[in-house]
């Protein structure tokens, strides 16, 4: 059976310092899978759009910001991760410079800026922990990994990174 997994954008936005990062706390609708999780700014792709385009549409619509330089951190193949065991391939990205102020909360919750040292005290998926590492440091290359889910746990995580 091909795979056919559904197409994502996860997109960090850091501070013009790079020591803060904004996060969205999905508490606003308690019917989403997310609910009660910290999370980057993303989701799922257009018909027809480009990754990065679909990047640059979730910050506006959940942040209000426009993405300047956007930088691919990695890409994540999430096996089983939806809630009725859909797959999910995520484009995983750092968003350098933006502009615009953002929006205290969104439909999906509120925005917070949380220092980066922070973000593991935060209620996070259990898998972000793995990769979120290497979306933090500024030199580290683009990872590409698998982290199947089942029951809503990551069971395993492996990644390769692509040398030149």
Same mark, same amino acid.
């Given at each position: 059976?091909? %795979? !056919? +997994?559904? #197409?994502a !954008? #996860?997109? %960090?936005?850091f501070?013009?310092?790079?020591?803060?990062?904004?996060m969205i706390?999905r508490?606003?609708?308690?019917?989403?899978a997310h609910?009660?999780? %910290?999370?980057g #700014?993303?989701?799922? @792709?257009e +018909?027809?759009e480009? &990754?990065v385009? /679909? @990047?640059?549409r979730?910050?506006?619509?959940?942040a209000?910001?426009?993405?300047g330089?956007?930088?691919l951190a /990695? !890409?994540v193949s999430?096996p089983?991760?939806?809630?009725r065991g859909?797959?999910?391939f995520g484009?995983?990205?750092?968003?350098?410079?933006f *502009?615009g *102020?953002p929006l *205290?909360?969104?439909?999906e919750?509120a @925005?917070? =800026?949380v220092a &980066?040292e922070? $973000?593991?005290?935060l209620p #996070?998926w259990d /898998?972000d922990?793995y990769?979120? +590492?290497m979306?933090?440091? +500024?030199a580290?290359?683009?990872?590409?990994?698998?982290m199947p %889910?089942?029951?809503?746990?990551p $069971?395993? =995580?492996s990644y390769? $990174?692509? !040398?030149v």
């Amino acid at each position: 059976m091909p %795979y !056919t +997994p559904i #197409l994502a !954008t #996860l997109g %960090y936005v850091f501070s013009p310092d790079g020591r803060r990062v904004l996060m969205i706390h999905r508490n606003a609708r308690p019917d989403d899978a997310h609910f009660g999780k %910290y999370n980057g #700014l993303g989701g799922k @792709l257009e +018909p027809g759009e480009d &990754v990065v385009a /679909g @990047l640059r549409r979730e910050a506006r619509e959940e942040a209000g910001i426009e993405c300047g330089r956007v930088r691919l951190a /990695g !890409t994540v193949s999430w096996p089983g991760f939806g809630k009725r065991g859909e797959d999910w391939f995520g484009f995983v990205f750092r968003v350098e410079t933006f *502009t615009g *102020t953002p929006l *205290t909360a969104s439909a999906e919750g509120a @925005l917070e =800026w949380v220092a &980066v040292e922070r $973000v593991p005290e935060l209620p #996070l998926w259990d /898998g972000d922990r793995y990769f979120l +590492p290497m979306v933090f440091d +500024p030199a580290a290359p683009p990872f590409h990994g698998v982290m199947p %889910y089942r029951d809503g746990k990551p $069971v395993s =995580w492996s990644y390769s $990174v692509a !040398t030149v």
